[in-house]
């Protein structure tokens, strides 16, 4: 069974960087696309970005909102994907999820896939 982890949200001011990583225990990440999502209060969950599974195409998009600011990335060693947010702004705030899915290559409607696996959140907050 695979479980995902969350880590490196925090405070931080409006352009300054954050990486998450969503480490994997119980499987291997490299077979899965990996989906990061966030929410922030009272608004629906968004797409930030989506990395397919290892392979000679790996996929890789962004949600319109953080295209040219937020990169993704993936550590096979470490079983691990990491989502390196720049030039944060206020918006960004809100808990960030990594997700997991089986036999999907991402796309442009990455947002609109169901994944099979999630993780617990990291808090995010952009604020002076």
């Known amino acids: 069974q695979l479980q995902l982890v969350e880590s490196g949200g925090g405070l931080v001011q409006p352009g300054g960087s954050l990486r998450l990583s969503c480490a994997a225990s119980?499987?291997?990440?490299?077979?899965?696309?990996i989906g990061w999502f966030r929410q922030a209060p009272g608004k629906e969950r968004e797409g930030v970005s989506c990395i397919s599974s290892r392979g000679r195409n790996t996929n890789i998009y962004f949600g319109n909102s953080v295209k040219g600011r937020f990169t993704i990335s993936r550590d096979s060693a470490k079983n691990t994907v990491y989502l390196q947010m720049n030039s944060l702004k206020p918006e960004d705030t809100g808990v960030y999820y990594c997700s997991a899915r089986e036999g999907y290559v991402c796309s442009g409607l990455f947002y609109k896939v169901s994944y099979d696996y999630w993780g617990q959140g990291t808090q995010v907050t952009v604020s002076s």
């Open positions: 119980g499987s291997t990440l490299d077979y899965y696309t």
